[in-house]
């Protein structure tokens, strides 16, 4: 999730982004969908500090407020508690990719993000994996089609 906006904190966006998800749970659970709630990814601001010096940078155009991951964090806060409220499985993804970011940041140059917003194949199997474990812990079986 991000809010394409990449600057500070705006009231009235975050207020459209409240409105949007519980519109889209509402109408999924009106159609008994299986709600899952996937925290948010990591935006990787050191990464993009480093590759918003290079001129080929396909996202040097964004200006990205130098706090945005607390902006994040703010979004992150709200979401996180929409399926307590809600009664909702969730399913925290930002925190599977900080850890393993993190303990592979020894080398300087590593980032699951190139772009510093969207996963590339790395990353997205890193999501993939606890997707994954997450089903078969909750013991759910897939259901087959003849």
């Not at 600057?7 to 975050?14: L, R």
């Not at 990591?42 to 590759?51: E, K, M």
């Not at 980032?111 to 194949?121: E, L, Y």
Request: net charge negative.
């Amino acid at each position: 999730m991000n809010d394409r906006r990449y600057q500070e904190f705006e009231g009235e966006n975050f207020a459209v982004y409240q409105r949007d998800v519980n519109t889209v749970l509402d109408r999924l659970n009106e159609i008994e969908a299986r709600l899952i709630i996937l925290l948010l990814t990591l935006f990787d601001q050191w990464h993009y500090t480093i590759r918003n010096k290079d001129p080929d940078f396909c996202f040097e155009r964004l200006s990205v407020y130098q706090d945005y991951n607390t902006k994040l964090a703010f979004y992150e806060e709200w979401l996180w508690n929409v399926p307590w409220t809600r009664y909702l499985e969730y399913l925290d993804l930002l925190r599977s990719m900080n850890d393993f970011t993190t303990s592979l940041r020894q080398n300087r140059s590593f980032t699951m993000i190139p772009d510093s917003i969207n996963p590339n194949p790395d990353g997205m199997a890193l999501m993939a994996v606890e997707m994954a474990r997450y089903f078969a812990e909750s013991g759910v079986e897939a259901s087959r089609m003849n």
